[in-house]
């Protein structure tokens, strides 16, 4: 009767050691962000049991260590969950950053009941490089016409405001002054 009773109290202990969470990849996007992209992390989960609603997700920048965490709350039949969770980041300084996530599942609810221990941690790291402006000139751009300051077409007199069209859009002032 005693070992009958252990087993049954045991039992359901052993069933929720099994239905832990992992996670499967932390992918960033974009790839290579610059200082002004709004980054945003993956983390591909999977869980061993029925359902796997999230129940709470944050993230903290200390420095260049942003320390995330997310918990979901798991049922009891055995059965694979898989989900994915996205952290937005505003855009970032210039720098190597470690991204840090620990999973962690419940029961229950949600909101669930926190485990005791956390199922799974991974680490990613990813640079945020410069953005470089660059405007690009065409040295190729054709005159469309010449116009004065009343927008009437003129040809290029001196002593007088002229603009010269371009057909990419560009319009230049001139005053040529003899």
Do not use: W
């Not at 993956?42 to 920048?61: H, Q």
């Not at 009891?76 to 980041?89: E, G, Q, R, S, V």
């Not at 016409?145 to 009343?150: G, Y």
């Amino acid at each position: 009767m005693k070992k009958g009773l252990l087993i049954l109290l045991c039992l359901p202990m052993i069933g929720f050691g099994q239905m832990l969470g992992s996670i499967s990849s932390l992918t960033i996007s974009p790839a290579n962000p610059n200082n002004i992209d709004t980054v945003y992390i993956y983390a591909e989960l999977s869980f061993t049991s029925t359902g796997c609603p999230l129940d709470v997700k944050s993230y903290s920048i200390i420095g260049n260590s942003i320390l995330a965490s997310t918990q979901h709350c798991l049922g009891i039949a055995a059965a694979i969950c898989n989900t994915t969770d996205t952290f937005k980041l505003n855009p970032l300084l210039v720098g190597t950053y470690l991204f840090d996530l620990t999973l962690s599942n419940g029961s229950g609810g949600p909101p669930c009941t926190a485990g005791i221990v956390p199922s799974d941690n991974d680490i990613i790291t990813f640079n945020v490089v410069s953005s470089v402006g660059i405007e690009e000139h065409s040295t190729n751009k054709k005159l469309l016409k010449i116009t004065d300051i009343l927008g009437r077409e003129a040809k290029g007199t001196k002593n007088e405001v002229l603009f010269y069209i371009y057909d990419d859009g560009t319009v230049e002032k001139r005053i040529v002054i003899e």
